[in-house]
């Protein structure tokens, strides 16, 4: 029975994870009550897809055979013109020099494999504890460590306060 179980819930995962691809922008909480799922459990499958590179949750990195594949499905649209005298490579910024995504998706909130807004939306945190979680986990990656846990302890004791 237990493998029964098993399967059916890696099935579940199947379907979860096609559709998300399907609608990258599906909130996971949406998700979830669709599916059947708790909303941890879904974060944690766009938290793997994102690892992994699945769908539109990592950065796409293009080789020439992307490009090339989509000359060839574009052959006979309109060709484009540049209004620069720099050769196409000179105006393609290289793979490696591509800036980190310091808005959508900073290297100090990734760290742990999740980031801290899915692990507050899984909790349902609101807006003193989530401050306080954010302040934690960034402690020793941005700024400086003390003025973070500060801000964190101040959060708290609003918290504490207002129970």
């Known amino acids: 029975m237990a493998t029964a179980k098993r399967k059916s819930s890696k099935s579940n995962a199947a379907k979860i994870r096609a559709y998300m691809i399907e609608n990258p922008n599906a ?24 690892k992994q590179g699945e769908g539109d949750f990592a950065k796409r990195k293009f080789s ?15 060709p484009v013109v540049f209004s620069s005298n720099k050769s196409i490579t000179e105006l393609m910024p290289a793979p490696s020099t591509q ?24 909790k349902g945190l609101n807006y003193r504890l989530g401050n306080v979680v ?30």
């Open 27 to 50: 909130k996971p909480a949406y998700v979830a009550a669709k599916f059947n799922a708790r909303p941890t459990y879904v974060y944690v499958l766009r938290s793997q897809m994102k």
């Open 99 to 122: 800036a980190e995504d310091v808005v959508n998706h900073p290297a100090h909130y990734k760290t742990g494999g999740i980031e801290t807004i899915d692990f507050i939306e899984a």
């Open 64 to 78: 020439w055979a992307d490009v090339t594949a989509a000359v060839k499905k574009n052959e006979g649209a309109k």
């Open 134 to 163: 954010k302040y934690i986990t960034r402690a020793d990656h941005k700024g400086d460590r003390l003025e973070n846990l500060k801000k964190a302890q101040w959060y708290l004791e609003r918290e504490i306060a207002s129970s």
